[in-house]
Nanobody, 119 residues
């Protein structure tokens, strides 16, 4: 199973970006999904997460009101809509998913996509 991200790039402060993540591989089931980010010199932090079934979402305080996470279970994918971007949002963003394959669950990470917000 692989997670592939896309959608990062360079944007001016106040602008928007949408990050996209899709899981691919052999028969699997995607459970919990989340976006993390890591800025230079800082620890990786969770930005937003979404649960399977009820679709419950939670956000880091820094993302509330500006970011929206959503998933498409038919396509085993999710996206992160980021609005009103700030320079402090600059980081490498990682897709994470808990995936079950043949009854065994494990966490998977995407390769990361760079988001740079210029002030």
């Amino acid at each position: 199973v692989q997670l592939v991200e896309s959608g990062g790039g360079l944007v001016q402060a106040g602008g928007s970006l949408r990050l996209f993540c899709a899981a691919s591989g052999r028969t699997f089931r995607v459970e919990h999904m989340a976006w993390y980010r890591q800025a230079p010199g800082k620890e990786r932090e969770m930005v937003a997460q979404i649960f399977s079934g009820n679709g419950l979402t939670t956000y880091a305080d820094s993302a509330k009101g500006r970011f929206t996470i959503a998933r498409d279970d038919n396509k085993n994918s999710m996206f992160l809509q980021m609005n009103s971007l700030k320079s402090e949002d600059t980081a490498v963003y990682y897709c994470y998913a808990w995936i079950t394959v043949s009854g065994y669950g494990a966490g998977y990470w995407g390769q990361g996509t760079q988001v740079t917000v210029s002030s």
